[in-house]
């Protein structure tokens, strides 16, 4: 059996791994979309990927550097991933104004399935993307974990602690991230952010705007935590009231209805929804939000996600004062997009505070991690600073994008 790593060997994001048995039989981990790939790119699949034979795809999680080009796959070729994952990515793909072009199937958290020759069990996993899994793949008599994208400093850290505590035995070849390796990104709990922003709210005379993912429910619970605590409401955008609907039967809290949770209903994003006749759902957020002009109230803390929302606020005449604060609680890489939002809050005079933890483990965690798997073969992915970065980590195969491991 062989593993090649189609791209994703010495970039983040746009991961694109395939597992090859003895027989033929294909396994292809992710299909992602380049970070880098310009708005409206097509023809961003891997020319390494041989798109002729058959094949069953995995995609690990909901972010698009992961799952971004399925629509170019096969149509014949079965797509794969987690329930909830199924939901976000067809929310995403929708926004992104490329909607799907297949049904995905769907897998279960330890529920193992068989394709061909492949015995896949799924392990729900702690990541910023919300629904991600790691994949034990046995064929050919031999074991492959690939981590996908994981941490455990989020909301279900509890889960990767215990596959280290008792890890899978046996495994001869490790496909690990390396995100975060020779870096200093923040990775503070969830449960530590959420005390900071209790502190800013409590500090805070006039409202908290904060733009973070619609797309991650740990920060969207940290706040909504945060909120409750410091007796004030969360109010998120019409995205982000989509995505706690989609997922509602996968999450306790926080949902729509319940106290300290409401939906700002801006004109962008309504006339979004009008255009796409979904009429029934802005009369059933209509129950559970208000306009954007209510957010003169001081008692918020408010969303205000990349893009143009702000414009919606300011033309209802909600602008920022020098009692409200500001956080942009996201990687600090994509403020380079945001100074004219910025620059809003700074002309006013607002607290700005970048409060945020990476979705992704820390060098020690991932060093931690490969000691307790004990593979046989490391193979590094989705990293940029792993031909500096290999201490700890065991017998690493080092390959390129389109180089094949052979066992």
Not at 20 to 40: F, K, N, T, V, Y
Not at 221 to 232: D, F, N
Not at 311 to 319: F, W
Request: net charge neutral; hydrophobic share 40%; aromatic share 8%.
């Amino acid at each position: 059996m062989s593993v090649t790593v189609h791209r994703g060997s010495a970039e983040i994001g746009g991961s694109c791994i395939e597992i090859r048995s003895a027989s033929g039989q294909r396994l292809i981990l992710d299909a992602g979309r380049p970070l880098d790939a310009p708005p409206g790119a097509t023809g961003l699949l891997p020319k390494s990927l041989d798109l002729t034979g058959d094949a069953t795809v995995l995609i690990c999680h909901p972010h698009q550097d992961h799952w971004g080009l399925i629509n170019e796959l096969p149509a014949r070729w079965e797509v794969m991933t987690g329930v909830a994952s199924a939901k976000l990515i067809g929310i995403t793909a929708r926004f992104a104004q490329q909607p799907l072009d297949r049904e995905l199937s769907t897998w279960s958290s330890r529920r193992s399935f068989s394709r061909g020759a492949f015995q896949v069990r799924p392990y729900l996993t702690d990541h910023s993307g919300f629904d991600a899994y790691m994949l034990l793949i046995e064929v050919d008599g031999r074991r492959i974990l690939y981590s996908g994208d994981f941490r455990n400093h989020g909301r279900k850290g509890n889960l990767v602690d215990r596959l280290i505590a008792a890890p899978p035995e046996d495994v001869d070849v490790l496909i690990i991230e390396g995100t975060n390796l020779g870096t200093n990104k923040p990775t503070e709990s969830e449960d530590e952010l959420e005390a900071r922003f209790v502190d800013l709210a409590r500090r805070t005379a006039g409202r908290v705007f904060v733009t973070w993912s619609g797309q991650n429910i740990d920060r969207t619970v940290t706040l909504y935590r945060a909120a409750s605590k410091s007796g004030r409401t969360l109010a998120v955008d019409l995205y982000t009231a989509e995505v706690l609907d989609a997922l509602r039967e996968h999450l306790s809290a926080p949902y729509l209805g319940i106290d300290k949770l409401k939906v700002v209903l801006t004109r962008n994003l309504v006339a979004y929804y009008k255009r796409l006749g979904r009429e029934d759902w802005l009369a059933k957020m209509a129950q559970v939000g208000f306009g954007a002009a209510d957010l003169e109230r001081d008692n918020y803390i408010a969303m205000i996600r990349r893009g143009n929302l702000h414009r919606d606020y300011l033309a209802k005449g909600v602008v920022p004062t020098a009692e409200d604060a500001y956080s942009f609680s996201m990687w600090s890489g994509y403020l380079k997009d945001q100074t004219e939002m910025l620059d809003w809050f700074r002309s006013a005079g607002s607290t700005i505070k970048h409060i945020h933890t990476s979705g992704h483990a820390s060098p020690a965690t991932l060093r931690a991690f490969a000691a307790a798997i004990s593979a046989k073969a490391v193979i590094p992915v989705h990293g940029s600073n792993w031909n500096t970065e290999q201490d700890g980590f065991g017998s690493i195969i080092r390959l390129g994008d389109a180089e094949t491991f052979t066992i």
